[in-house]
């Protein structure tokens, strides 16, 4: 059966006031959402890590902690965290701790991130981008299986023999890596006998399906098991079409026209997010309209899991619990629904 879960970076939303919020409020804002969205039955719950002014959420694994207090079933994981500017080891050890006090409902999504500031911020060289992160995914994907680990590497001293505290559980770490679209980046995943995690956050969702074919050809070619696939995109939830799209697009133009002026992107114009809506991979729409699209998406890349980022840009928090209620109650049953008769029909 498909799963269904929500991702957040923490997005800096606005006051009553029309203001942004201070960091602090957002962050607590970020716990109830995932109270709610554990509530309404979402499987998984994201937190991407940025060190950035417009997202609030630096240390996902302090907040996957606070939020572990106060719920009971959903998968606590990140989205991503960016392994190459961390220290393997210490992301080991934040994980099988959270693993442990969650009672074993920890996933981590590593990943090289959309953005770079992490990079000078912790001391690291953009020159070695490559090597940091297939260094530094080797290493991991070590600690994850072997309870004794010895390796070596150019971008950390290395381990002989060594254990690392506290070690997992029988039910070891489910681990993702996230990819934007690079076919090297999806051998690696089954080179490393990980999951993989694609980020569709543009344009049809059908032009991932040759990165799909990749992957299941290098399980075979390799001798891997084939593992979940999922996808993670943008979306918003709200009673009606119409609804949807005009609460979205405001701040929608606000996060895309920043970064565009940042990377040199054209200006975002409302034609163009229109478009994106109805045939690209962001889901905005009624319970019905986004439910059906999501269905159509994961139908087509045989994939097993749909992560929706639920906030983009400052968009309040009264309108992204009402968007995650909606998805909760009504959107997951309907994709549950529709994939599980495509499935029959095949």
Do not use: C
Request: glycine share 10%; hydrophobic share 40%.
């Amino acid at each position: 059966m498909i799963e269904l879960g929500l991702d957040t970076f923490g997005d800096v939303t606005l006051g009553a006031d029309g203001q942004p919020k201070p960091m602090d409020q957002v962050l607590r804002d970020v716990v109830e959402e995932a109270v709610l969205a554990d509530q309404v039955g979402v499987s998984f719950i994201g937190l991407g890590e940025h060190h950035r002014a417009d997202f609030a959420i630096s240390a996902p694994e302090m907040v996957l902690a606070a939020i572990a207090g106060r719920t009971s079933r959903i998968r606590l994981g990140t989205a991503v965290t960016v392994l190459s500017s961390d220290d393997p080891v210490r992301v080991f050890q934040r994980f099988s701790t959270l693993n442990a006090v969650s009672n074993g409902r920890a996933e981590v999504i590593l990943g090289r991130g959309s953005f770079t500031e992490s990079y000078a911020l912790f001391g690291y060289d953009m020159d070695d981008y490559e090597r940091l992160f297939e260094e530094k995914l080797d290493l991991f994907a070590r600690l994850v299986r072997e309870p004794k680990v010895t390796w070596s590497g150019e971008t950390r001293s290395g381990l002989t023999d060594t254990v690392v505290y506290p070690p997992l559980g029988p039910q070891g770490l489910t681990t993702w890596v996230g990819v934007g679209g690079s076919p090297e980046s999806v051998v690696r995943v089954v080179r490393q006998d990980l999951q993989l995690m694609l980020a569709i956050i543009g344009g049809d969702p059908r032009r991932f399906v040759p990165y799909v074919d990749l992957y299941h050809r290098a399980v075979k070619q390799l001798g891997r098991q084939a593992r979940p696939i999922g996808i993670h995109s943008p979306g918003h939830v709200a009673e009606t079409d119409e609804l949807a799209r005009e609460q979205l697009w405001p701040h929608y133009r606000e996060m895309f026209g920043r970064l565009g002026r940042e990377r040199g992107w054209p200006p975002v114009t409302k034609d163009k997010y229109l478009a994106e809506v109805e045939h690209g991979s962001l889901y905005v729409g009624s319970p019905d309209t986004v439910a059906r699209k999501i269905a159509a998406a994961v139908t087509a890349l045989g994939v097993q899991r749909f992560d929706m980022k639920y906030s983009t840009g400052p968009m309040p928090h009264g309108q992204l619990l009402d968007g995650i209620r909606l998805y909760g109650e009504k959107v997951i049953p309907m994709v549950q629904e529709m994939v599980a008769k495509a499935v029959v029909a095949a």
